[in-house]
Protein backbone atom coordinates (compact mmCIF):
# COMPACT_ATOMS: atom_id res chain seq x y z
CA UNK A 1 0.00 0.00 0.00
CA UNK A 2 2.92 2.40 1.04
CA UNK A 3 4.23 1.29 -2.48
CA UNK A 4 1.62 2.74 -4.39
CA UNK A 5 0.51 5.76 -2.33
CA UNK A 6 4.17 6.62 -2.97
CA UNK A 7 4.13 5.67 -6.29
CA UNK A 8 1.38 8.23 -7.27
CA UNK A 9 3.49 11.19 -5.01
CA UNK A 10 6.32 10.18 -7.63
CA UNK A 11 4.78 9.95 -10.77
CA UNK A 12 2.42 13.01 -9.70
CA UNK A 13 5.83 15.17 -8.80
CA UNK A 14 7.11 13.72 -12.13
CA UNK A 15 3.82 15.26 -13.86
CA UNK A 16 3.98 18.99 -11.80
CA UNK A 17 7.44 19.10 -12.72
CA UNK A 18 6.99 18.49 -16.33
CA UNK A 19 4.20 21.10 -16.65
CA UNK A 20 5.93 23.79 -14.81
CA UNK A 21 9.04 23.31 -17.09
CA UNK A 22 7.20 23.33 -20.09
CA UNK A 23 4.92 26.81 -19.27
CA UNK A 24 8.43 28.42 -18.14
CA UNK A 25 10.16 27.85 -20.87
CA UNK A 26 7.61 29.05 -22.97
CA UNK A 27 7.42 32.37 -20.79
CA UNK A 28 10.87 32.64 -20.93
CA UNK A 29 10.90 32.61 -24.99
CA UNK A 30 7.68 34.83 -24.72
CA UNK A 31 10.11 37.05 -22.89
CA UNK A 32 13.24 36.59 -25.46
CA UNK A 33 10.69 37.70 -28.31
CA UNK A 34 9.78 40.75 -26.04
CA UNK A 35 13.28 41.66 -25.07
CA UNK A 36 14.34 41.24 -29.02
CA UNK A 37 11.86 43.17 -30.29
CA UNK A 38 12.03 45.89 -27.75
CA UNK A 39 15.79 46.03 -28.66
CA UNK A 40 15.02 46.23 -32.66
CA UNK A 41 12.63 49.40 -31.68
CA UNK A 42 16.11 50.62 -29.61
CA UNK A 43 18.12 50.24 -32.72
CA UNK A 44 15.71 52.06 -34.61
CA UNK A 45 15.35 54.77 -32.29
CA UNK A 46 18.93 55.36 -31.75
CA UNK A 47 18.99 55.37 -36.12
CA UNK A 48 16.08 57.99 -36.00
CA UNK A 49 18.44 60.14 -33.76
CA UNK A 50 21.63 60.15 -35.84
CA UNK A 51 19.23 61.29 -38.67
CA UNK A 52 18.01 58.46 -40.34
CA UNK A 53 13.94 58.24 -40.74
CA UNK A 54 11.71 55.97 -39.07
CA UNK A 55 9.25 53.81 -40.09
CA UNK A 56 5.98 54.34 -38.45
CA UNK A 57 5.00 50.91 -39.95
CA UNK A 58 7.84 49.24 -38.41
CA UNK A 59 7.68 50.49 -35.54
CA UNK A 60 4.25 49.52 -35.48
CA UNK A 61 4.54 46.01 -36.30
CA UNK A 62 6.88 45.63 -33.16
CA UNK A 63 4.83 47.22 -31.20
CA UNK A 64 2.14 45.01 -31.93
CA UNK A 65 4.48 41.84 -31.51
CA UNK A 66 5.32 42.87 -27.93
CA UNK A 67 1.61 43.45 -27.22
CA UNK A 68 0.89 39.65 -28.46
CA UNK A 69 3.97 38.47 -26.80
CA UNK A 70 2.68 39.84 -23.21
CA UNK A 71 -0.93 38.43 -24.09
CA UNK A 72 0.77 34.84 -24.84
CA UNK A 73 2.61 34.99 -21.61
CA UNK A 74 -0.35 36.21 -19.57
CA UNK A 75 -2.23 33.32 -21.17
CA UNK A 76 0.53 30.83 -20.01
CA UNK A 77 0.38 32.13 -16.86
CA UNK A 78 -3.43 31.96 -16.56
CA UNK A 79 -3.15 28.46 -17.38
CA UNK A 80 -0.18 27.51 -14.85
CA UNK A 81 -2.10 29.36 -12.01
CA UNK A 82 -5.41 27.16 -12.91
CA UNK A 83 -2.99 23.96 -12.96
CA UNK A 84 -1.51 25.05 -9.61
CA UNK A 85 -5.32 25.40 -7.81
CA UNK A 86 -5.60 21.93 -9.51
CA UNK A 87 -4.57 20.93 -5.85
CA UNK A 88 -6.62 22.37 -3.75
CA UNK A 89 -9.21 20.12 -3.79
CA UNK A 90 -9.11 16.19 -3.43
CA UNK A 91 -12.61 15.95 -4.72
CA UNK A 92 -14.45 18.61 -6.20
CA UNK A 93 -17.19 18.51 -9.84
CA UNK A 94 -15.58 19.38 -12.66
CA UNK A 95 -16.58 20.31 -16.36
CA UNK A 96 -14.40 17.80 -18.69
CA UNK A 97 -14.90 20.51 -21.78
CA UNK A 98 -12.58 22.88 -19.26
CA UNK A 99 -10.38 20.35 -18.26
CA UNK A 100 -9.68 19.33 -21.99
CA UNK A 101 -9.09 23.03 -22.82
CA UNK A 102 -6.60 23.33 -20.25
CA UNK A 103 -4.64 20.13 -20.61
CA UNK A 104 -4.42 20.84 -24.52
CA UNK A 105 -2.94 24.54 -23.47
CA UNK A 106 -0.56 22.84 -20.83
CA UNK A 107 0.37 20.44 -23.58
CA UNK A 108 1.08 22.41 -26.47
CA UNK A 109 4.73 22.35 -26.27
CA UNK A 110 4.71 18.69 -25.92
CA UNK A 111 2.72 18.13 -28.76
CA UNK A 112 4.91 20.25 -30.42
CA UNK A 113 8.14 18.19 -29.61
CA UNK A 114 6.36 15.16 -30.69
CA UNK A 115 5.10 16.57 -33.89
CA UNK A 116 1.85 15.50 -32.99
CA UNK A 117 -1.45 18.37 -33.38
CA UNK A 118 -4.18 18.47 -30.58
CA UNK A 119 -7.93 19.40 -31.18
CA UNK A 120 -10.21 19.46 -28.12
CA UNK A 121 -14.14 19.24 -29.45
CA UNK A 122 -15.81 19.85 -26.42
CA UNK A 123 -19.53 18.55 -25.73
CA UNK A 124 -22.10 20.81 -26.50
CA UNK A 125 -23.56 20.48 -22.94
CA UNK A 126 -21.31 20.72 -19.44
CA UNK A 127 -19.51 17.51 -18.66
CA UNK A 128 -19.79 17.15 -14.85
CA UNK A 129 -17.76 14.18 -13.11
CA UNK A 130 -16.76 14.57 -9.35
CA UNK A 131 -13.22 13.44 -8.54
CA UNK A 132 -9.80 14.69 -8.28
CA UNK A 133 -9.46 17.41 -10.29
CA UNK A 134 -5.08 16.76 -10.03
CA UNK A 135 -5.67 12.91 -10.81
CA UNK A 136 -7.98 13.52 -13.49
CA UNK A 137 -4.99 16.07 -15.13
CA UNK A 138 -2.65 13.51 -14.65
CA UNK A 139 -4.45 10.82 -15.61
CA UNK A 140 -5.63 12.95 -18.96
CA UNK A 141 -1.74 13.91 -19.81
CA UNK A 142 -0.88 9.99 -19.28
CA UNK A 143 -2.93 8.96 -22.44
CA UNK A 144 -1.94 12.01 -23.83
CA UNK A 145 1.67 10.94 -23.90
CA UNK A 146 0.81 7.64 -25.19
CA UNK A 147 -1.78 9.07 -28.07
CA UNK A 148 1.06 11.34 -28.76
CA UNK A 149 3.41 8.52 -29.38
CA UNK A 150 1.04 6.44 -31.17
CA UNK A 151 -0.07 9.48 -33.86
CA UNK A 152 3.72 10.03 -33.98
CA UNK A 153 5.36 13.32 -36.39
CA UNK A 154 2.52 14.97 -38.17
CA UNK A 155 -0.58 13.35 -36.49
CA UNK A 156 -3.61 14.76 -35.29
CA UNK A 157 -5.32 13.80 -32.08
CA UNK A 158 -8.84 15.14 -31.25
CA UNK A 159 -9.99 14.70 -27.57
CA UNK A 160 -13.50 14.71 -27.26
CA UNK A 161 -15.48 14.39 -24.17
CA UNK A 162 -18.78 12.37 -23.44
CA UNK A 163 -20.95 11.97 -20.29
CA UNK A 164 -21.78 8.54 -19.25
CA UNK A 165 -24.23 7.12 -16.67
CA UNK A 166 -21.67 6.68 -13.53
CA UNK A 167 -19.11 9.07 -14.84
CA UNK A 168 -17.38 10.25 -17.87
CA UNK A 169 -15.12 9.16 -20.90
CA UNK A 170 -12.58 11.56 -23.17
CA UNK A 171 -11.61 9.59 -26.52
CA UNK A 172 -8.31 10.25 -27.99
CA UNK A 173 -7.91 8.88 -31.79
CA UNK A 174 -8.06 8.40 -34.40
CA UNK A 175 -4.60 6.90 -33.96
CA UNK A 176 -2.60 4.42 -36.62
CA UNK A 177 -3.73 0.41 -36.50
CA UNK A 178 -0.52 -0.21 -35.87
CA UNK A 179 -0.17 2.17 -32.72
CA UNK A 180 -3.53 0.38 -31.38
CA UNK A 181 -2.18 -2.37 -29.68
CA UNK A 182 -0.33 -3.01 -26.24
CA UNK A 183 -2.08 0.35 -25.01
CA UNK A 184 -2.97 -0.77 -21.20
CA UNK A 185 -0.06 0.43 -19.37
CA UNK A 186 -0.54 4.19 -19.09
CA UNK A 187 -3.03 4.72 -15.81
CA UNK A 188 -2.00 6.03 -12.65
CA UNK A 189 -3.92 4.61 -10.20
CA UNK A 190 -5.11 8.54 -8.79
CA UNK A 191 -8.64 8.58 -9.88
CA UNK A 192 -10.89 5.39 -10.60
CA UNK A 193 -10.78 5.10 -14.57
CA UNK A 194 -9.13 2.68 -17.05
CA UNK A 195 -7.71 3.44 -20.78
CA UNK A 196 -9.50 1.11 -23.85
CA UNK A 197 -9.10 0.56 -26.94
CA UNK A 198 -11.43 0.23 -29.53
CA UNK A 199 -9.72 -0.91 -32.92
CA UNK A 200 -12.85 -0.30 -35.10
CA UNK A 201 -12.65 3.55 -34.40
CA UNK A 202 -9.18 3.28 -33.70
CA UNK A 203 -9.70 5.65 -30.70
CA UNK A 204 -8.33 4.83 -26.73
CA UNK A 205 -11.00 6.06 -24.15
CA UNK A 206 -10.23 6.50 -20.76
CA UNK A 207 -13.45 6.06 -18.85
CA UNK A 208 -13.46 7.65 -15.72
CA UNK A 209 -16.22 6.81 -12.39
CA UNK A 210 -17.60 9.64 -10.12
CA UNK A 211 -15.54 9.06 -7.15
CA UNK B 1 31.15 36.95 -40.09
CA UNK B 2 28.49 35.02 -41.60
CA UNK B 3 25.28 33.97 -38.93
CA UNK B 4 23.16 31.60 -39.51
CA UNK B 5 20.17 31.77 -36.97
CA UNK B 6 17.74 29.03 -36.11
CA UNK B 7 14.88 29.17 -33.47
CA UNK B 8 11.08 28.07 -33.58
CA UNK B 9 10.15 31.37 -32.20
CA UNK B 10 9.86 33.32 -35.47
CA UNK B 11 9.14 37.17 -34.11
CA UNK B 12 12.51 36.69 -31.53
CA UNK B 13 14.88 34.80 -34.29
CA UNK B 14 13.87 37.69 -36.88
CA UNK B 15 14.20 40.27 -34.03
CA UNK B 16 17.58 39.37 -33.29
CA UNK B 17 18.40 38.69 -37.40
CA UNK B 18 17.30 42.31 -37.90
CA UNK B 19 19.68 43.11 -34.89
CA UNK B 20 22.77 41.56 -36.21
CA UNK B 21 22.46 43.38 -39.99
CA UNK B 22 21.54 46.76 -38.81
CA UNK B 23 25.33 46.18 -36.54
CA UNK B 24 26.58 45.19 -40.33
CA UNK B 25 26.77 40.93 -39.77
CA UNK B 26 25.81 39.01 -42.64
CA UNK B 27 22.75 37.11 -41.14
CA UNK B 28 20.29 34.60 -42.20
CA UNK B 29 17.58 33.45 -40.41
CA UNK B 30 15.61 30.16 -40.41
CA UNK B 31 12.66 28.95 -37.48
CA UNK B 32 13.66 25.07 -38.87
CA UNK B 33 16.67 22.95 -38.58
CA UNK B 34 15.64 20.91 -42.28
CA UNK B 35 15.36 25.00 -44.16
CA UNK B 36 18.57 25.97 -42.36
CA UNK B 37 20.39 22.72 -43.64
CA UNK B 38 18.83 23.40 -47.19
CA UNK B 39 20.37 26.79 -46.85
CA UNK B 40 24.00 25.51 -45.96
CA UNK B 41 23.59 22.38 -48.93
CA UNK B 42 24.69 26.09 -50.90
CA UNK B 43 27.18 28.17 -49.21
CA UNK B 44 28.76 28.16 -45.68
CA UNK B 45 28.29 30.14 -42.34
CA UNK B 46 31.29 30.93 -40.08
CA UNK B 47 28.52 30.58 -37.06
CA UNK B 48 25.11 29.12 -36.17
CA UNK B 49 23.23 30.64 -33.59
CA UNK B 50 21.10 28.02 -32.35
CA UNK B 51 17.84 26.91 -29.78
CA UNK B 52 18.67 24.34 -28.19
CA UNK B 53 15.10 22.89 -28.11
CA UNK B 54 12.99 23.22 -31.16
CA UNK B 55 10.63 20.34 -32.70
CA UNK B 56 11.93 17.60 -34.97
CA UNK B 57 15.59 18.70 -34.78
CA UNK B 58 16.79 19.96 -31.69
CA UNK B 59 20.00 22.53 -31.66
CA UNK B 60 22.56 19.70 -30.76
CA UNK B 61 21.75 17.25 -33.13
CA UNK B 62 21.30 20.01 -36.03
CA UNK B 63 25.23 21.12 -35.14
CA UNK B 64 26.03 17.51 -35.61
CA UNK B 65 24.35 17.83 -39.39
CA UNK B 66 25.75 21.62 -40.17
CA UNK B 67 29.09 20.21 -39.08
CA UNK B 68 29.57 17.71 -41.38
CA UNK B 69 28.83 20.35 -44.26
CA UNK B 70 30.68 23.23 -42.61
CA UNK B 71 33.23 21.30 -40.78
CA UNK B 72 34.92 25.12 -38.95
CA UNK B 73 31.65 26.39 -37.91
CA UNK B 74 31.07 28.05 -34.21
CA UNK B 75 27.75 27.66 -32.21
CA UNK B 76 26.35 29.21 -29.82
CA UNK B 77 23.06 27.64 -28.22
CA UNK B 78 20.34 29.55 -26.53
CA UNK B 79 18.23 27.97 -23.88
CA UNK B 80 15.44 29.10 -22.40
CA UNK B 81 16.40 26.50 -18.82
CA UNK B 82 19.05 24.92 -19.41
CA UNK B 83 20.01 21.42 -17.06
CA UNK B 84 24.23 21.55 -16.48
CA UNK B 85 23.97 18.38 -18.67
CA UNK B 86 22.72 20.61 -21.18
CA UNK B 87 25.36 23.52 -21.13
CA UNK B 88 28.03 20.76 -21.02
CA UNK B 89 26.81 19.56 -24.06
CA UNK B 90 26.92 22.80 -25.77
CA UNK B 91 30.01 23.94 -24.65
CA UNK B 92 33.51 23.75 -26.31
CA UNK B 93 36.04 24.50 -28.17
CA UNK B 94 33.91 25.31 -31.09
CA UNK B 95 30.56 26.32 -29.02
CA UNK B 96 29.06 28.65 -26.37
CA UNK B 97 25.62 28.98 -24.84
CA UNK B 98 23.33 31.54 -23.23
CA UNK B 99 20.63 31.40 -21.59
CA UNK B 100 17.69 34.09 -22.87
CA UNK B 101 16.77 36.29 -22.87
CA UNK B 102 20.00 37.68 -24.39
CA UNK B 103 21.88 40.96 -24.01
CA UNK B 104 22.65 41.90 -27.11
CA UNK B 105 26.39 43.44 -26.15
CA UNK B 106 27.05 39.96 -24.34
CA UNK B 107 25.85 37.54 -27.66
CA UNK B 108 28.51 39.97 -29.86
CA UNK B 109 31.14 39.44 -27.36
CA UNK B 110 30.92 35.95 -27.07
CA UNK B 111 30.44 35.56 -31.23
CA UNK B 112 33.72 37.49 -31.61
CA UNK B 113 35.19 35.52 -28.88
CA UNK B 114 34.54 32.26 -30.92
CA UNK B 115 34.97 33.97 -34.77
CA UNK B 116 38.57 35.28 -32.88
CA UNK B 117 39.64 31.85 -31.27
CA UNK B 118 38.98 29.99 -34.98
CA UNK B 119 41.61 32.52 -36.98
CA UNK B 120 43.74 31.36 -33.88
CA UNK B 121 43.53 28.38 -34.67
CA UNK B 122 44.38 29.58 -38.13
Same mark, same amino acid.
Given at each position: MKTTVRKQD??????????? %??VTHDIKN?? %????ENAGLLTDHAAMAARGRPLDPEKVNVLAMRIMDQVKRADGLLKNMNRFAHSVDDSLKKVDLNEILQLLAALSVRFAAMSGANLDVQPSPKPVVIETSPFGLL???FLCLEVAMTAAGQGG???LRPEKTDNGACVHFGPLPDAAMSNQDHCLSAFIDARLVKNSATRTLTLIIHDL | MRVLLVDDEEELVSALGERLVLRNIEAEWFTTGSAALKRVASCCFDLAILDMKMP????LELREKLRARCPDMKFIFLTGYGSE????????TDADYMVKPVDIERLLDTMQTLFNRSKGDT
Open positions: DQGLRFFGQVI %ASSL %ATINNTLSIC | KIGGKDFASARG
